[in-house]
């Protein structure tokens, strides 16, 4: 019980040790970020890539039942031997807590992408409106390049595994400009549980223990290359969700297969777009009719989508996730995916 109790109690300094290093951004990113992470990322993905179904589901629903049980074991404990009972939770607590910031958790403290790559984080209305046009351009001409209709949406040729195959190659061609964005071994998988992380809203995730890249399996096929690749931005080390979308919107671009470089081109146009209608909805109104009609439609088909699976928990859990990300260093929560169009103006204004 004494082993237990100090385990337990870990916790507190476990909690002061994440605080007081999170102050040091230039720490965590050459001693834990491009250090300690570097091994224990790839080992896991050497050890669990190869495998054709995600290790990480099946050990979170192994461990899912075993919480339940234990709490159903142990009800009867909770008032008659509450310290004991509150030591075991805290223990297990403490334990995951250790493990999650030692295998993951502590690229949320990294340098900002932005600074690592050169580029800005600020920009004006203007900047965004020349780089919204730059992609339209390029995403109009992605789409020619696949489809002779420009009033036809896009349909993958590819089947899922092929898609998830695929991804690495984009992450090649990105090491030759930037070394740190090197992405080997691969390890991504769709996701047992597919249909409940569709109903809950997200169309992947990492696992922490495992360093796999789940995917939900349901997504319409265009948006996998974008997904795919957002997921494995995560797993080379790049914990902030609007930092995956422009890794992840920019390892598409780069990759040769043109169905690659569509998905990538219209992600990042579609950032664009959203962030232009909030600023000035009258000129976003004028740019979207130089959109082909098939681009539009592919975003019509995800709408869709999301919306055929929309239910009254989805809030619920993107309320838990977004209280999750504010307490990880994102002070936008949820809405800091949206701040991708900071690096994707900066960037394509001097890379399109």
Request: one cysteine or more.
């Amino acid at each position: 019980m004494k082993k237990k109790t100090i385990i337990a109690l870990s916790i507190i300094p476990q909690y002061l040790i994440v605080k007081l290093l999170s102050n040091y951004p230039d720490f965590i990113e050459t001693y834990y970020s491009n250090g300690l992470y570097q091994f224990t990322s790839k080992a896991m993905r050497y050890v669990f890539g190869w495998l054709p179904f995600s290790v990480g589901d099946i050990l979170y629903t192994i461990a899912g039942i075993y919480i339940l049980r234990w709490f159903i074991i142990n009800r009867n404990r909770i008032t008659k031997d509450t310290k004991a009972w509150l030591i075991d939770v805290f223990a297990a607590a403490s334990l995951v807590y250790f493990a999650f910031y030692l295998f993951w958790g502590m690229n949320y403290y990294r340098l900002p992408l932005h600074k690592t790559l050169g580029i800005d984080n600020e920009y004006t209305t203007e900047e965004l409106v020349t780089t919204t046009k730059k992609l339209i351009h390029k995403s109009n001409e992605a789409h020619g390049s696949i489809s002779e209709n420009d009033s036809l949406k896009i349909v993958m040729p590819y089947r899922k595994k092929e898609l998830l195959n695929k991804t690495a190659n984009g992450y090649d061609a990105l090491a030759k400009i930037y070394p740190h964005l090197e992405y080997a071994p691969s390890s991504i998988k769709l996701s047992i549980y597919s249909l409940p992380l569709t109903y809950m809203g997200f169309s992947g995730y990492l696992n922490p223990f495992t360093n796999e890249a789940q995917i939900d399996g349901l997504i319409p096929l265009y948006k996998y290359p974008t997904t795919i690749s957002h997921e494995a931005a995560h797993q080379i080390g790049y914990a902030a969700e609007n930092e995956s979308n422009f890794i992840g919107g920019l390892a598409a671009i780069n990759n040769e297969d043109i169905y690659f470089k569509y998905s990538g081109y219209i992600f990042a146009l579609r950032h664009c777009l959203n962030e232009l209608f909030r600023r000035d909805e009258g000129c976003y109104e004028e740019l979207v009719e130089t959109v082909n009609k098939g681009i539009l439609k592919n975003y019509q088909e995800s709408y869709d989508f999301w919306m055929s699976y929309q239910n009254p928990l989805e809030p619920i859990f993107k309320s838990t996730f977004n209280i999750f990300l504010k307490a990880n260093n994102q002070e936008k929560g949820i809405e800091s995916y949206n701040y991708a169009v900071a690096l994707f103006v900066n960037y394509f204004n001097d890379n399109l």
